[in-house]
């Protein structure tokens, strides 16, 4: 199999009249990149800190309400539809992904028997994707260095720790730390 040729995804650079929506009362601190813009929606008095990714995608949105709040170098990769509430606050370098990549079947991984496939033998880089759409409720608070994995929805007035790997939903008014992420109590 020869080597992959790899395109570029583009620079990041943008203009505010590029993005789906980016009223005047947005801030996108100098060193912002922005993916696929056409499918990135602000809402008003949104902050974007410092060298923070806003990856869109060509299918699928990233929509940001009204107050939230967007920490320095977050990366928030839009692939599967991130959607997130008002008044939400996101520390730096947060990392929300909303895809991943197939892995092998379960059942064989498993030591059961199935039929194998082709894509077993795969390199995991070369797997097809899977999308789940990213869902972060009005007034959540996401800890700094926290990553929210495919498929989660942070529930209203949720807090997530510092450093927590969200593999699972979170119920509203739950705070939940650690890796992976367990509920420490409601508030």
């Not at 990714?53 to 920490?71: A, D």
């Not at 509430?85 to 892995?103: A, F, K, R």
């Not at 409720?137 to 495919?150: Q, R, S, Y």
């Not at 510092?162 to 508030?187: C, D, E, K, M, Q």
Request: net charge neutral; glycine share 12%; with cysteine.
């Amino acid at each position: 199999m020869s080597s992959p040729r790899y395109r570029s995804h583009g620079s990041g650079r943008f203009a505010r009249s590029d993005l789906g929506s980016c009223p005047d009362s947005v801030v996108l601190e100098e060193g912002v990149l922005i993916f696929h813009p056409e499918n990135v929606f602000l809402g008003e008095d949104v902050y974007v800190g410092h060298a923070a990714q806003l990856k869109g995608y060509y299918k699928n949105q990233l929509r940001i309400g009204r107050g939230s709040w967007i920490g320095q170098a977050a990366f928030l990769h839009a692939a599967g539809g991130i959607t997130i509430g008002e008044d939400v606050g996101i520390g730096p370098h947060v990392c929300i992904l909303s895809s991943s990549h197939v892995l092998p079947s379960r059942t064989a991984a498993a030591g059961l028997p199935a039929e194998p496939s082709p894509d077993d033998e795969l390199a995991i880089l070369r797997r097809p994707l899977t999308f789940a759409a990213v869902t972060l409720e009005a007034g959540c608070d996401i800890g700094v260095g926290a990553i929210l994995l495919p498929g989660v929805t942070i529930g209203r007035l949720a807090q997530v720790g510092a450093g927590a790997v969200v593999t699972a939903s979170v119920p509203p008014r739950t705070i939940v730390a650690g890796n992976p992420a367990r509920a420490l109590r409601t508030i």
